[in-house]
């Protein structure tokens, strides 16, 4: 493992774990861009606060030290994304970091892409 990359596992809403690496200063809708992982319609507006299918749920305590609270655009966006919990977040909005190696997020069983 390359010293500017962390390890992220992805578990999905059937138990499969994916297990993969981002380099610290991408997103974590860039990790599953890059590594071509599998989730359905996952990331639809690449980015840019406009669909909530990026949403992802952390543990309390991964959540907790997430470098920067949701801006507005994001809460609203939020708003718009199934199974919503109070650790959800927009994956495309969270910028990996040193810490966050061996972070694991929660993908909801739906996707709502707020765009349809
Ligand atoms: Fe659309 Fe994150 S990818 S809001």
Redesign the pocket.
Same mark, same amino acid.
């Given at each position: 493992l390359n010293k500017k990359e962390v390890t992220i596992t992805f578990v999905k809403s059937n138990g499969d774990r994916i297990k993969t690496t981002g380099k610290i200063g991408d997103s974590l @809708?860039d990790v599953v861009v890059n590594n071509n992982i599998d989730l359905d319609g996952?990331?639809? +507006?690449?980015?840019? @606060?406009? +669909?909530?299918? +990026?949403?992802l749920i952390f543990k309390p305590e991964d959540f907790e030290a997430l470098p920067c609270k949701a801006c507005d655009e994001?809460l609203d966006?939020l708003d718009l994304a199934y199974d919503l919990s109070d650790t959800s977040r927009?994956?495309?909005?969270i910028i990996l970091n040193e810490k966050m190696d061996g972070l694991e997020v929660k993908v909801p069983a739906t996707i709502n892409d707020?765009r349809s």
């Open positions: @809708l996952f990331g639809a +507006c690449e980015g840019t @606060l406009t +669909c909530s299918t +990026c949403h994001e966006m927009l994956g495309c909005q707020a």
